[in-house]
């Protein structure tokens, strides 16, 4: 069966990352939860998708001067005290001209926080105590090499935290994952960790990462992966091409490469609302990856839909 993974919680339908989308990411059935870290001034790990602050919460409403030059609210740059004062919302343009999915959890209202790692972390094992479930976390370290030169260890606060909470070994019901392939390897072989690794592959356009993802993309790219992680998480698009002539997809030749060298494939993202023009529907779509690549999980915002397809498929 392919596992679900609620892509920043229950984004669908609640500001991501905070702790109801992840309550109700849970109670509508995810396998496992995402969890994106960065890191505040005074090294905690908190559960943030961007290493500033402007779009998600309000920041420039309660701390107006404490914007950096190029004109963002960094995370690193507040205590976690400060953090709890902000409210976040739902995810705004960054021109300021309202939230990006206008259909979602309405912009101005709800009263929702930051969470911390060890506060989902909480949340989740309190749930599966409850529940009698195992669900699993699914985390992030996010831009690695610029918390580094920030003078901030991210990397070693995030396994701190998660060791706290017996996620320590390969069969722990846990991801871990980056962006960056050179964290991934510190991870594994200077840190010694044996949690299972996610190598995520974008686009060279977005600067995640001093990475060139295309030549990770490739099957050479796949076995060097595997020397240091268990799978890879590329964006959706990178698994197949589109014919404008007969309105038909198919497959290029990534999914190939990664089973070649035994990675597991976790695509993301897959939102009801954002079906790309390649695809008639958002059930097309979920089918495709799931009957016809046979993707071992995907990350979607919709979690609830998402498992319905799966289980018609």
């Known amino acids: 069966m392919t596992i679900v993974i609620a892509h920043r919680g229950a984004s669908g339908y609640l500001p991501e990352h905070t702790l109801s989308a992840a309550a109700l990411a849970y ?16 090294d905690c790990p908190i559960v943030l998708h961007d290493i500033h602050l402007d779009q998600v919460t309000n920041v420039a409403e309660i701390f107006p001067q404490r914007n950096r030059d190029d004109g963002h609210w960094y995370v690193r740059d507040f205590e976690l005290l400060e953090l709890k004062q902000l409210e976040v919302h739902e995810r705004g343009n960054s021109d300021g001209s309202g939230p990006v999915f206008p259909q979602r959890f309405p912009y101005e209202r709800g009263h929702f926080q ?13 749930l599966n105590h409850s529940t ?5 976390l699914y985390t992030e370290i996010k831009k690695p090499d610029w918390h580094n030169k920030e003078g901030a260890e991210i990397t070693l606060h995030t396994l701190d935290v998660l060791k706290q909470n ?19 390897k510190r991870i594994r072989n200077d840190f010694k960790s044996k949690l299972p690794l996610i190598q995520l592959i974008g686009k060279n356009s977005w600067n995640e990462s001093p990475d060139d993802f295309r030549k990770m993309s490739t099957d050479r790219g796949c076995k060097d992966i595997a020397q240091y992680a268990v799978g890879i998480g590329p964006t959706m698009d990178l698994f197949y091409t589109a014919s404008i002539v007969n309105n038909s997809v198919s497959p290029t030749n990534l999914m190939q490469y990664a089973k070649n060298h035994n990675l597991l494939v976790h695509p993301f993202t897959f939102r ?42």
């Open 272 to 313: 009801a609302d954002s079906v790309p023009l390649s695809f008639r529907s958002y059930e097309e779509m979920i089918r495709w990856f799931v009957t016809d690549l046979r993707v071992d999980g995907l990350f979607t915002d919709f979690v609830d839909q998402t498992i319905d397809l799966i289980k018609g498929s």
């Open 166 to 184: 017996n996620y320590e070994a390969e069969s722990d019901n846990i991801f871990l994952q980056c962006f960056d392939s050179t964290e991934l």
């Open 114 to 126: 930051i969470p911390t790692l060890q506060e989902e972390i909480d949340l989740i094992q309190g």
């Open 27 to 42: 109670g509508m059935g995810a396998d496992f939860i995402e969890q994106d870290i960065v890191l505040s001034k005074d």
């Open 132 to 136: 009698g479930r195992n669900v699993g």
